[in-house]
């Protein structure tokens, strides 16, 4: 068992949007499968999360599970096809905008007002600084500013777990 295939009880609850409760019901029913540590805790593999989550989404509750409103700014196709993946996976709906510059980023910051804000740190140059200016602005207050890479590109779980971290409209 690696730390990086299982999830506790709180995370899972958290990925789900129920509390740990609820989850513990789950899996003392055996709707949601869970292995025990030696200590009785109970882990559930994240992809048994994410195919119980996908299983209990009907049609009506897909539709009306929101709108993630993204700015991307320097991320590659390969990137961004992983995170409306994400979404859908996730029920939700992607509103995507590419900014080419900091004062676009500025302007979609202001006018979408996004939960997301994904900016690749090996395309952007001074990406640090900028998602710094980013989360200083009052518009970006509620925004999650997050700087993304080659390793975290390589991995459909991340951006899984960022979007499943996201609030929905």
Request: with cysteine; glycine share 6%; proline share 4%.
């Amino acid at each position: 068992m690696t730390a990086n295939e299982f999830v506790t009880m709180k995370r899972a609850a958290a990925l789900c949007g129920v509390s740990p409760r609820t989850v513990a019901r789950w899996v003392d029913s055996g709707q949601l499968p869970a292995v025990f540590t030696g200590s009785g805790h109970r882990r559930i593999r994240r992809d048994d999360v994410y195919a119980f989550l996908a299983a209990r989404r009907s049609l009506r509750a897909r539709a009306s599970r929101g709108v993630i409103r993204v700015v991307v700014v320097g991320v590659r196709d390969d990137a961004i096809r992983t995170l409306r993946r994400a979404v859908s996976d996730m029920g939700a709906t992607l509103r995507l905008e590419h900014a080419w510059s900091t004062l676009e980023v500025g302007l979609w910051v202001g006018d979408l007002r996004p939960q997301l804000i994904l900016i690749d740190s090996d395309h952007v140059k001074d990406a640090h600084l900028l998602a710094g200016a980013v989360r200083s602005s009052p518009q970006a207050s509620t925004a999650q500013v997050v700087l993304t890479d080659a390793r975290k590109r390589q991995d459909p779980l991340v951006f899984r777990d960022l979007v499943a971290s996201l609030p929905l409209d």
